[in-house]
């Protein structure tokens, strides 16, 4: 008997906890926490389950309201859960600045390539050039034919000043030297070629012309550091195209081998910068990724061409698009 008193306590104690939790339950729903739809919509998963209380749905939001409302914070007074406080958010940082090189791009130092080895050569043959130039300014009557019509060409560049100089040098290395492929000069399908050796055939390529430009500007005074030989991919035709870049009062103007005019370079559609070479060495173009904005001063880079392929370099043109018309530069843009 003294058992199953013990036992009949134990069950009025857990029926009235029951009770109690029921209650608390109904009185957070009626606080307007309820999310749940009413029992009467409910189905029940068995005749057992039909009796148990409505379930009850809140968010960690409701109950912080609740709690502003119980603390008197006003009725609308609302906090949301976070583990950083709103203040003390990092400020928003500015957006990537616009490159200082051709095209408003940064530069950083290309991987060693065929082109770093190319430009290498060529610098041996430009040394050996300037040799040959100092001599004919000392030596007029022993100067050959090519060198004495490319100083001839320097010294009216150097006649000029400002932009005068800079179309002066494009409109005449673009009248002095026809475009003819390297396959079909060469046999080859990409050379650069000093400027002495492309006055001698008159004959030349994109990069020829570019090269020449270069050399005649630098030897009229024009500073190197202002210049780039900039390699890239003409996408209106899908062909690698090579032309000079100028800095002159802050900005960059283009000098093209298919253009009689200078050109600013934001004015160069559908041509995709790869490449930038000057005294430095072989630079890979690169823009500044705006998804994700510099610390400090860190920059993320990404190549300025749109994928992998277009970054390699082949030197290979279309003849029927360079090849300039009699009394035409034609213009592919």
Known sequence: MKSLKIASS???AVAAFSINLCAASSA???DELSLGNPAGELAPASDAAANRPPATFF??????AKLDRQRGRGPNAIRTASLTPLNALPAAKPLPPVGTEPFGLFTFRAPENGLWRKWRGLESDLAREQAVLAHCRENAAGCPPNAAQFLRLINAVKSKSGRDR?????????????YVSDFAQHGEADR???PLATFATGKGDCEDYAIAK??????AGFPREELRLVLGRDRAIRQDHAVLAARLDGH???LDSRRSELIDDGELDNFTPMFAINERGVQLFAAPYAKRLPLGDELDAAPAAAN????EWTGVEAPEAASPLPGFLPVLM
């Open 166 to 178: 800079l179309d002066e040098a494009n409109h005449a290395v673009n009248q002095a030297i026809r």
């Open 252 to 254: 960059w103007l283009i």
């Open 192 to 194: 650069w070629t000093a």
């Open 214 to 219: 270069y050399i005649a500007l630098s030897e």
């Open 28 to 30: 957070f729903a009626a």
């Open 10 to 12: 134990a069950v009025v």
């Open 59 to 64: 968010t960690i939001t409701d109950v912080l």
């Open 308 to 311: 992998t392929a277009d970054a």
